[in-house]
Structure formats: structure tokens, C-alpha cells
């Protein structure tokens, strides 16, 4: 008798072990079938970089292979001209500016003059908490600049923002001590060079997917480069070059395109590239543009709210899920509709209380091409007092917004209006605000309802 209860005992104990190994597989196997995500946000670069895009300043394979395995857009609009607000508009899947982003994040006075905040408060949805709490491993490895640096002491960590993992530059609020070895955003005696940065940011994404392999990975992989000042290595006897002039910019080029082949023949490597969402794009123009030969067929630079400011490349790969090789000439997408985007792809459910501005774009970038059904918006200053730049011809009105085939710019005052179809016309040299009075009332009322809409400090 007690060796029948014993028997009886072993066998529950044993099928009690089979259910706990089937259901710990079937949670590897639905975290193996769930999509790695990562953001690479290059800084300030313009369509005309990129080899796949038409530039010919230099080479780009790589990024170029990255084009040929997914799909190019090439009517992608970041958030903003300037690094600050359109990483927020990336982060939070809102409008910068209802976060009080207007430019770049400084010391506590210019951000004061520019009227915004010093950080972007931790109360602000985040796409790394979105996709931790749904069970991600988080890391965020490159450029910040939503928070920290300078006299901004006070700025929220990583980890208020959801990232279990960070490895950032001085304009952060947990600086790496191997990029920052003086309190400023780049020193000789940085124990990361500047040239080998982006190798160190590819570093560490590897590391960090292939240490979290049986769990899904959301990564922001956020480079210094293309930023200035261009500072690439030299070989024994070389004269150093200065840090604006083209001919450093186009070696800090060549040596970006071959980590971005690292990174991908990485994560081929370590088996991770077939259930990686990648998506390749920037956070603003191009500046200086060496006679707009870096912003491509468009007008502008950073700092503009012509086409060169805004439109930036965008690639996306997913092998077995997004065809290779192609381009998508139509569908507008815009920065805000990453969030809701990759959630959807990533079978992610938001919060029934998150109102994204952006839209669910996924069928888009699965090869569904379709028109934007909705308008988007970008603002450039809010008083004259810090945007002083760029100078013309490159400076734009303060204001844009794009409608379906048309997008008009202008003043906060309603001055200065210019009207484009920027279907047509995408170099926009032909202004038609005096042909089309309607149309641009129309949008000149849409446009000034927005921006007036959004918070002000202090109000």
C-alpha cells in the first residue's frame, strides 16, 4: 500500500514537472516569437547621406544593405528640426510641444528664454516603459539630450523612463564616465574616443541582445554621429582635420556606415536578425549641408521647417514580415507614429487612457502603402529670442503644417505665409499663397488653432 501511494506520488510529482518545463517553454517560445525592437536615430543626418537615398557624398553599403533587406520611405517626417523635441516626439508619441520641447535642451537660462522645461518629466508616456511593462528587456545606448547636462542637475534617471539598461553622453542625466571625462560633451581625454563612439553604442546593444536572448529586446541605439564636431581617426602622420569642414565629415561618415554593418552582422551572428524590427532614420536635417548637397533635392537644414529640416531617411527590416527591397513613395509617416507603430507590431496593448498624436502606421511598413489621414504639425520658436538660426535662405517661418498634398509655413502672427504642393513641388520653390487664398486660409486657421492649443510654462 505505501508503495502504490509512493508510486502515485512520484507520478504527480513527475507530471507536475512536465507542465512546469512545457509551460516555461511555451513562455520562451512566445518570447523567441515576439519581435526585437530597435531605434537607430542618427544625429543630424540628411537624405542626401545615404547612398540608397541618392547621396553621393561618399559610400554608404551598409546602410545601403540595410535598405535592400526591408523597405525605404521617403516621405518620413521627424517631429522637429532640432534634436530635443523630436526625440521627444519619438519617445512619447506626442507632440513635443505639448511637453513644453521647442529646441534644443540647454543650461536652465536659454531653455528659460526658449520658454520650456528643463527635462521631459517622467510623468510623459515613454515607449521604453510601453515595452518593458509588456515584458521587454529595455536599453537605451547613445545621444539623450531630453534631460541633464550642463547646470541641469535635477533631471529624472534612466529608469523613470523605462530602460533597464543605459550607456549615454553628457547631455543625459547618468552620463557614461567613459565619454565624459570633463564636465562637457567631448574631451581628448575621453577613454572612448569620439571617433570610436559609435562603435562603443554598437558594443553595447550586442551585448545587451545577446545577454537577453531568451526575452525580447527594445533598444533606442541613438549615435553622436553625424553631429559635429566631425572628428574621425587618423592614421601616424596625418594632419588633423578641422571638425566642420567636409573632408572630416565624409570619413566620420564612411566609419559610421561600417558599424552599421557591424550591427547587422552581429545580430546575424548571434542568430537575432531574423526577429529584429530595425528601423533606420534621423532626427533632423542636415547642417552645414555643403550647398545642400546633404539635404538631397530639398531646401533647408536643421533648424528649418523646409523639407531639408524634416523629411529625414527612413528604413525598416523585418525579415519574413517586411519585403525586401522596397520603396514606399506614398505613404506619409510621421515621427509620433512610432510608438503606436512598433506597439502594434509587437502585439502590445496601450493604455486605454494614452491619446498618441501619432497613428497605427503598421500596415504601412508591413507593405500596405496608404495616405495619412491626418494632418501634422511642427512648430520652430516660440518668441524670436532663441532662434536666431539657421540664416536665410535656409530659415523658415515658425510654423508648418502638411495636409494630404499641401503644406503651408508661417508666423506665429499669421505672417509670412508660404504655401507649397509639396507633391509637386517637394523642393518647394514655388510659392502659391497668393494663388491658392483659400487653401492657405484654410490651413492658416488649422495651423494657428494647433499651436495655440499647446501648454505654456507659467500660463
Known sequence: ?????????????????ICLQVSAQGR????????NVIIILTDDMGVGDVGAFGGRLVPTPNIDRLAASGLKLTQYYCG????????????TGMQPGKWNFATYLDKKSHNKDAEQIDFLTPEAPSMGRFFKNAGYATGHFGKWHMGGGRDVTDAPKFDQYGFDEHASTYESPEPDPALTATNWIWSDKDSVKRWDRTAYFVDKTLDFMGRHKDQPCFVNLWPDEVHTPWVPRLEAGETPLKPQEEAAFKRVLIEYDIQIGRLIDGLKERGLFENTIIIFTSDNGALPTFGGSRSGKF??????????????????????HIAA???????????TDLLPTLTKLAGISLPATYESDG?????????????????????YGRNTIAYAYPKPPHKSPQLAIRSGEWKLLMNHDGSNAEL????????????????????????????????????????
Open 1 to 17: 500500500m505505501k508503495g502504490i501511494i509512493l508510486c502515485k506520488f512520484s507520478a504527480v510529482i513527475w507530471l507536475l514537472f
Open 28 to 35: 520562451q517560445g512566445i518570447a523567441k516569437a515576439r519581435p
Open 80 to 91: 522637429a528640426p532640432i534634436c530635443s523635441p523630436s526625440r521627444a516626439s519619438i519617445l
Open 299 to 320: 531646401r533647408g537644414s536643421k533648424l528649418s521647417l523646409y523639407e531639408g529640416g524634416i523629411r529625414m531617411p527612413f528604413i525598416v527590416t523585418w525579415p519574413g
Open 325 to 335: 527591397g522596397q520603396t514606399d513613395e506614398r505613404s506619409e509617416l510621421h515621427a
Open 359 to 379: 497613428l497605427d502606421r503598421s500596415a504601412v511598413l508591413l507593405g500596405k502603402s496608404s495616405l495619412r489621414k491626418k494632418e501634422m504639425y511642427w512648430e
Open 420 to 459: 507649397y504642393n509639396i507633391l509637386k513641388d517637394p523642393a518647394e520653390t514655388q510659392n502659391l499663397a497668393a494663388d491658392q487664398v483659400r487653401k492657405k486660409e484654410e490651413l492658416s486657421k488649422k495651423l494657428l488653432t494647433w499651436w495655440k492649443s499647446l501648454p505654456r510654462l507659467g500660463a
